[in-house]
C-alpha cells in the first residue's frame, strides 16, 4: 500500500481513537447516571431521530463535497465554491430547524406515546445545534479536502468532549436535559475553534447555480447517508414496545459491536476519499481501482480480528466498561446478548464504505439511493416478522441480515460499473488474515482466566505475530 497514504491513515486513526474513546466514555457517563432508565431510553431515542438529520449534513456532504471541490481546483475556483455552499447550506438549515421545531411534537406523539413530553423536549434542545453541525461540517469537509484531516477530526472530539464534562457537572441540575444541552454547547465550540483556520471560506458569497447543482447530486447521496440513521430509528420504534431499557441495551449493543467500523472502516474511506475522487476525476482507472482494493484488503486485516476478539471477550468488555453506578450487572447480561447479534452487520457494512465512495466518485451515487431504499423497507419487514417470533433479539438480527445484503448488492453494482477487486494476491492475503484471526481466536479462549487488559494485549501479539510468520502483504 502506498507508505504516504499508511502513514495519513495511521495519523486520522489515532485520532479516530481519541474520538471513538470520547464516544464511549459519553456512553460510560449516561450509563452511571441514568443507567437502562426511561430518562436513558427518552435521550438515545431524541438522538437518534435528530442524528439522521445530522448525517445528512456530515457524511453525505465530505461524499460530494471532496469530488466537487477537486473538479473546481482543476478551473481554481475552489475559494468560490466552498463559499458558495456555506452560505447555501446555512440558509437551509435554518430553514429545517424552523420545520422541524414545529412538526417534532406531531411525530413523536404518533411514535412514541409512551414518552412523548420528554423525547420531543430533548429532539427540540438538540434540533437547534443542527446549525452550528452543518457549518462545521462544510468546514470540515474543507479541510479533509485539502488533507488537513488531523484538523477535521480533532474538532469532532471537541464536541464529545463539552458534552462529558458539562453533563459531569450539570447532570444533577439538568438531569437528562444536561446531555443535550452539552451537545448544543459542544458544536459550538467546535465551530469557533474552526473560525481562523476556516478564514479563506468564512466569506459571504452565493451562487444559485453552484448551490443547486451541488444539492441535486447530494440528495440521493443523503438519502443513502441517512439510511444506517433511519434503520436504527425503526430499531428503536420497535424496541421501545418492550419497555423501559431495550432501547439503551440496543444502543450500547450496537455502539460498541461498531466500534471498529468507527475507528477503521471510517478512517479509511475518509483518507482515500480524495485519492479515489481524484483518480477518477483524471481517469486514472488502474489507480482508482487499486486503492480501493487495497483499502478493503487493509481494512479486513484490521476489522476481522477485532470482530472475533469482540465474539470471545464480549460479556467482559461491556462489564468493564459499563458496569457501575445506575447500570446493573442484569444490564451488562442483556447488552451482551443484543451485541452478538449486532456482529454479523460490522464487517459488511464497513466493507461498503469503500464501495460507496467509489461509486459516489463515478457519479452513480443515485445507485446506491435506490439500494438504501430497499435496505429501509427489508428492515421494517424482517423487525416486524422477526421480533413476532424471538422477541427484541429480532431486531440487531435483523441488521445483521440487512447489513450482509447491502454489502452484496453495492458490490454488485461496483463490479458492473468499474470492476472487480479480486485477483490472486486479493485472495493469498484474504486467506492469511483469517488464517491469523483463528489461530488468535483459539489463543483467547485458552487464557480466558486472565484480566480483560491482558488478554487484549496478547490477542495482539498473536495475530501480528501470525501474520509475520505467514507474511502477509497488503497489496
Do not use: W
Not at 437502562?36 to 449534513?57: E, G, K, P, R
Not at 445545534?129 to 470540515?140: D, F, G, P, R, Y
Amino acid at each position: 500500500m502506498n507508505p504516504r497514504l499508511v502513514k495519513k491513515s495511521f495519523t486520522y486513526i489515532l485520532i479516530i481513537i481519541l474520538i471513538k474513546f470520547a464516544a464511549v466514555i459519553k456512553d460510560v457517563v449516561i450509563a452511571y447516571y441514568f443507567g437502562d432508565s426511561y430518562q436513558a431510553d427518552a435521550f438515545l431515542t431524541a438522538f437518534v431521530i435528530v442524528n439522521i438529520f445530522i448525517l445528512f449534513f456530515t457524511n453525505g456532504m465530505r461524499n460530494v463535497f471532496i469530488p466537487n471541490y477537486m473538479k473546481a481546483k482543476l478551473n481554481n475556483k475552489q475559494l468560490e465554491f466552498t463559499r458558495s455552499l456555506l452560505t447555501g447550506t446555512l440558509i437551509l438549515t435554518v430553514c429545517l430547524v424552523i420545520l422541524m421545531l414545529i412538526t417534532s411534537p406531531i411525530f413523536i406523539r404518533i411514535l412514541y406515546p409512551n414518552q412523548a413530553q420528554l423525547i420531543t423536549k430533548l429532539t427540540q434542545i438538540l434540533f437547534i445545534s443542527l446549525i452550528a453541525v452543518s457549518i462545521n461540517v462544510v468546514m470540515e469537509s474543507y479541510f479533509e479536502a485539502n488533507q488537513l484531516y488531523s484538523l477535521s477530526a480533532f474538532s469532532q472530539f471537541i464536541v464529545l468532549l463539552t458534552m462529558i464534562i458539562f453533563t459531569y457537572f450539570f447532570q444533577e441540575k439538568f438531569s437528562i436535559y444536561a446531555l443535550a444541552y452539552g451537545y448544543g454547547i459542544g458544536t459550538l465550540v467546535s465551530l469557533l475553534i474552526k473560525l481562523y483556520p476556516a478564514r479563506k471560506i468564512v466569506r459571504p458569497d452565493f451562487s444559485t447555480e453552484t448551490v443547486k447543482k451541488f444539492y441535486r447530486a447530494y440528495i440521493p447521496i443523503a438519502i443513502t447517508v441517512m439510511v444506517g440513521q433511519i434503520n436504527l430509528a425503526t430499531d428503536q420504534f420497535f424496541a421501545n414496545r418492550f419497555g423501559e431499557g431495550i432501547v439503551t441495551y440496543l444502543s450500547y449493543a450496537k455502539n460498541l459491536v461498531h466500534l471498529p467500523q468507527g475507528l477503521i472502516a471510517t478512517a479509511l474511506a475518509t483518507i482515500t476519499l480524495p485519492v479515489i475522487s481524484q483518480s477518477s476525476a483524471t481517469k486514472q482507472t488502474q489507480k482508482f481501482i487499486n486503492t480501493i482494493r487495497q483499502g478493503q484488503l487493509f481494512m479486513i486485516a484490521l476489522l476481522v480480528p477485532a470482530i472475533v476478539g469482540l465474539a470471545i471477550l464480549m460479556p467482559e468488555i461491556i462489564a468493564f466498561l459499563y458496569e457501575r453506578g445506575a447500570f446493573t450487572n442484569d444490564a451488562t447480561r442483556q447488552t451482551a446478548v443484543i451485541a452478538y447479534y449486532y456482529l454479523g452487520s460490522v464487517l459488511f457494512y464497513s466493507l461498503n464504505q469503500m464501495l460507496a465512495n467509489g461509486i459516489y466518485a463515478i457519479h452513480k451515487g443515485h445507485l446506491i439511493m435506490r439500494l438504501g431504499l430497499i435496505s429501509i423497507a427489508l428492515n421494517i419487514i424482517l423487525n416486524q416478522l422477526l421480533t413476532i417470533n424471538i422477541g427484541h433479539i429480532g431486531i440487531p438480527l435483523a441488521s445483521s441480515i440487512v447489513g450482509i445484503i447491502y454489502f452484496l448488492l453495492t458490490y454488485r453494482i461496483f463490479v458492473k460499473h468499474i470492476g472487480t477487486l479480486m485477483n490472486n494476491n486479493f485472495l493469498i492475503s484474504l486467506g492469511k488474515i483469517l488464517v491469523s484471526s483463528l489461530v488468535m481466536g483459539i489463543v483467547l479462549m485458552l487464557v480466558l482466566n486472565l484480566h480483560l487488559l491482558i488478554k487484549i494485549a496478547i490477542g495482539i501479539i498473536i495475530y501480528f505475530t501470525s501474520n509475520g510468520v505467514l507474511k502477509t502483504k497488503i497489496r
